[in-house]
């Protein structure tokens, strides 16, 4: 088991933190997504390729490199697809090989993203590699941006099914053109202004099979995880900072054991939560095995750590932090919106009962 | 050897060697030093510590592999606990070389048992404002106070003490660390009984003990710097379980309570999983530091937030399992009832929770000291203990 950084890793980290400090600074998120950061992100650090293979235009690295990447765009707070695109790749990745969508998403070219679990598998009418899909996804992250959906479909009588494909209940997954006919966007209100959800309806929209759908719903935990721990050490940052330039009753606050006792128990859980993301991480790539109980460890743990210090980041700023002008509701409410993006969190809590057999 | 390698031989050692329960013939204390001294001859004793003083010149990484393998176990180890997690490496760090020749090895091979000799009634989180008075006499050192929270002073052939040399100072800087003879007849240890209703701990009262001053440890008014060097090894001992024995019985673990408990209940089953949760998030804590330690990363203050966090499940779990079993866990013999008795103690000895959150916000945030009314103050006109 890996629970420490190596030096490559290091040097990935500080080369991500460093353009995303420079590229993507808190003032900027606030405006939104910037396609001319991601292609730069993308090109330059070859962010979106990290973990396609490098016969497709990637990096070919894993889950212990992809979390330190997450960990910065999380603590970067960085608007857009990004996340999105990740999942959409970890599919990819688990499916036979599709060069041009792997190769488009190295590139920086294509902006995936993927029908999150436990979503409803669609309807497709398939003609060879072909499909026409129907259907409708109320919540698709980075739905509005994104120009290629990964959607399970299930095929319709009367079209070859999916058993061809070698998928056992007939549900494949498609890559569907959300650029082309058939498709329906409608950009939702988001608590997280920093990433955007869309509802999708698809009518016949034009897709493709790639194959058996994958089951990756503990990898995403994973990922998502190390996001979450990028927001945590964020948040805490920011407010340790404040408590030792803020002045109250003739004292910097972060001298009052109220202050400083709390940030202490946060400090705790970023602790913890680094060491079951390297974990997870580590189980992802190399303990296929642990992989389940790390990936339920990893949400029911960090998601919920994540969002208590953004909240008491938020609280320990003061009056200040309920602002709209100040950056703290932004992690708070990253936050809140990671806690709940794959599920009600008691389903990861439900999942570690079941695989403890208690 | 490699790390696996490493664990594996340990445990085939402890498999052969470790005795199977606490029961036995003749006195506990003999054969725990018999076992000691196997321990130390196969090379599990003092695995970090120099080989030039008789360790084994390993890493932590070592240490907690060792200390993971252990777990299964009951070793023991518990008489010698305070001289390897705390008495001994301050040795090793600020001893002098004949003290360390003198002293290491024996400690190290069970022959002699160690206490460590800080709190006062009037100066628990508050150590530096001791009182016990250690007063020169020629070329030696004569002490008169008491200390109180003592562990395995009853068995002990030497302690720790920390005294005041000078009350014309601060409080800080009129200290002196000494080695103790707990076998001088001016030295009287008597039980104290806690809440559990057993004597774990010991009050010391010194009457005319005599040091002599070879065994001093650091300069004379220095000890301050000693006592945090100590009070370091003794988080980091209690975070990684060096030394502890096992939890092989623990009764509120989570496979104790898988068993004795009805997780055909969802709110059990719940409960269940964050127990499971806080275990597994605080032991990947440990083992993360214990690679990072390996890898050159001294986790230094952050020891303090494992120790914290294990004072926290420890009183969180015989908390859980007595609400989970009910009303039988608090009648007759029942572990529980011992074991909820004992949970408030880890949250007190070796620094309170109150004070580890110092530690972490001082020395791992950095965050800006509380103001001081005691630094400047001579020792002799300052407020110490309870005041009416």
């Known amino acids: 088991m890996k629970l420490v950084l190596d030096d490559d890793q290091r040097g990935l980290r500080d080369a991500v933190r460093s353009f995303l400090g420079a590229a993507s600074p808190l003032p900027k998120v606030r ?36 979390a330190v990447l997450l960990e910065e765009t999380g603590a970067a707070l960085l608007p857009g697809p990004f996340l999105a695109t990740v999942f959409a790749t970890i599919a990819l990745t688990r499916m036979p090989p599709d060069k041009e969508l792997l190769g488009g998403v190295a590139e920086g070219r294509t902006v995936a993203t993927l029908a999150l679990p436990p979503s409803q598998a669609v309807a ?63 950009p939702l209100e988001t608590l997280d202004l920093t990433r955007g959800q869309a509802g999708v309806t698809l009518d016949g929209a034009r897709g493709r099979v790639l194959g058996p759908a994958p089951d990756v719903a503990d990898l995403l935990c994973v990922a998502l995880a190390a996001e979450q721990l990028g927001v945590m050490r964020a948040a805490l940052d920011a407010i340790v900072a404040y408590a030792k330039v803020r002045v109250a009753f003739g004292r910097y606050i972060g001298s009052y054991q109220g202050v400083k006792h709390r940030l202490a128990d946060m400090h705790a859980k970023l602790e913890q939560a680094e060491s079951i993301v390297r974990y997870a991480a580590w189980a992802a790539d190399e303990a296929p095995d642990e992989l389940p109980g790390a990936a339920a460890l990893a949400q029911a743990y960090v998601g919920r750590a994540c969002f208590e210090v953004a909240r008491d980041h938020l609280l320990l700023h003061g009056g200040i932090g309920f602002t709209w002008e100040h950056d703290a509701h932004l992690y708070y409410k990253r936050a809140k919106a990671d806690e709940v993006l794959l599920g009600p969190p008691r389903v990861h809590r439900a999942r570690l009962a079941r695989l403890l057999e208690l | 050897m490699d790390l696996a390698e490493y664990r594996r031989a340990a445990r085939a050692w402890l498999l052969e060697n470790a005795p199977s329960g606490e029961e036995g013939p003749g006195d506990p204390v003999a054969r725990a030093k018999d076992f000691m001294a196997r321990l130390y001859d196969a090379g599990y004793s003092g695995i970090t510590w120099p080989r030039r003083w008789g360790g084994q010149g390993l890493t932590q990484a070592e240490e907690r592999a060792f200390a993971a ?24 760090d600020r001893g002098t070389d004949a003290q360390r020749a003198r002293f290491v090895r024996p400690l190290l091979r069970g022959e002699e048992i160690w206490c460590q000799l800080f709190s006062e009634p009037n100066a628990g989180s508050d150590v530096a404002a001791v009182q016990t008075r ?17 562990s395995v002073a009853q068995h002990a052939d030497w302690g720790l003490l920390l005294a005041r040399t000078d009350v014309d100072v601060p409080k800080h800087r009129g200290l002196t660390m000494f080695v103790v003879d707990m076998r001088h007849p001016g030295v009287t240890v008597r039980p104290l009984r806690d809440m559990s209703g057993k004597a774990h701990f010991n009050e010391i009262f010194f009457d005319d003990v005599t040091i002599p001053d070879e065994h001093r440890v650091g300069e004379v008014d220095d000890g301050w710097s000693v006592a945090v060097t100590t009070l370091l090894h003794e988080r980091l001992s209690i975070s990684a379980g060096v030394g502890m024995g096992g939890q092989k019985d623990d009764p509120a673990s989570f496979e104790a309570l898988r068993r004795s408990v009805d997780t055909s209940d969802p709110i059990v089953r719940d409960e269940l999983v964050e127990l499971h949760i806080r275990t597994r998030a605080l032991a990947l804590f440990n083992q993360r530091l214990a690679q990072e330690t390996r890898a050159g990363i001294f986790p230094g203050a952050r020891g303090s937030a494992a120790k914290l966090l294990l004072a926290e499940l420890t009183l969180f779990q015989a ?21 909820i008795a004992m949970a408030p103690g880890m949250s007190l000895g070796g620094g309170t929770n109150e004070i580890m959150r110092n530690i972490v916000g001082d020395r791992v945030l950095n965050l800006p000291p509380e103001p001081r009314v005691d630094k400047d103050v ?10 009416a």
């Open chain 1, 31 to 66: 405006e939104g997504y910037d396609p001319g950061v991601y292609a730069r992100f993308n090109g330059e650090l070859g962010a979106s390729g990290l973990i396609v293979p490098e016969e497709h235009g990637g990096a070919g690295a894993g889950f212990a490199e992809l």
């Open chain 1, 124 to 186: 497709a009418r398939v003609r060879g590699e072909g499909a026409a899909v129907t259907g409708t996804l109320e919540r698709v992250l980075g739905g509005a941006e994104a120009s290629v959906l990964l959607v399970p479909a299930r095929a319709e009588d009367g079209t070859e099914d999916g058993a061809e494909d070698g998928a056992e209940d007939g549900v494949v997954m498609t890559a569907v053109d959300l650029t082309g006919p058939g498709v329906t966007r409608t």
């Open chain 2, 69 to 92: 393998e252990v777990r299964a176990f009951s070793l023991p180890t518990y008489v010698f606990s305070i001289g390897l997690g705390m008495t001994g490496p301050t040795l090793v």
């Open chain 2, 134 to 150: 250690a007063v020169r006499d020629g070329d030696a050192w004569v002490v008169n106070g008491q200390k109180v929270w003592t």
């Open chain 2, 319 to 339: 908390d859980l399992a007595t609400r989970l079993v009910g009303p039988e866990s608090v009648v007759g013999d029942h572990p529980l009832s011992y074991a």
């Open chain 2, 378 to 387: 001579p020792f002799k006109d300052l407020k110490v203990g309870t005041q």
